[in-house]
């Protein structure tokens, strides 16, 4: 093995962490904000609270209905008028920082 290929194999080694660390997907769950935490993120959680809690400087995040795991998401003003109700969140993953970068969020359909 020539030295070009074995630092290109190092290389690709070197990068592949990062690239795994992030996944597109979709997840479901209620909006909620770092002052919140997990203790709001329900059907009971108002728009008016979270959004002052944003401006205060508080982060938005996701709380999933499947495993009650909290996600920063990276675009709160996404968030308005879609906190109280069960959502689906589609984006990019970032498993290591535990932040969704958002593409959409909507309205999910609720289970029975």
């Not at 069960?86 to 535990?98: A, N, Q, R």
């Amino acid at each position: 093995m020539n030295k070009v290929s074995r630092y290109l194999l190092l290389f690709s080694f070197a990068v592949a962490p990062a690239y795994a660390a992030e996944s597109k997907g979709e997840w479901t769950g209620y909006l909620t904000d770092s002052h919140c935490g997990k203790k709001m993120a329900s059907k009971d959680h108002s728009d008016d609270c979270m959004q002052k809690c944003v401006k205060s400087g508080s982060k938005a995040h996701l709380v999933t209905q499947k495993d009650e795991a909290m996600y920063e998401l990276d675009d709160a003003a996404k968030t308005k008028g879609m906190v109280g109700k069960l959502v689906t969140v589609k984006g990019t993953l970032d498993s290591e920082k535990k932040a969704i970068k958002v593409e959409s969020i909507s309205p999910a359909a609720e289970k029975n």
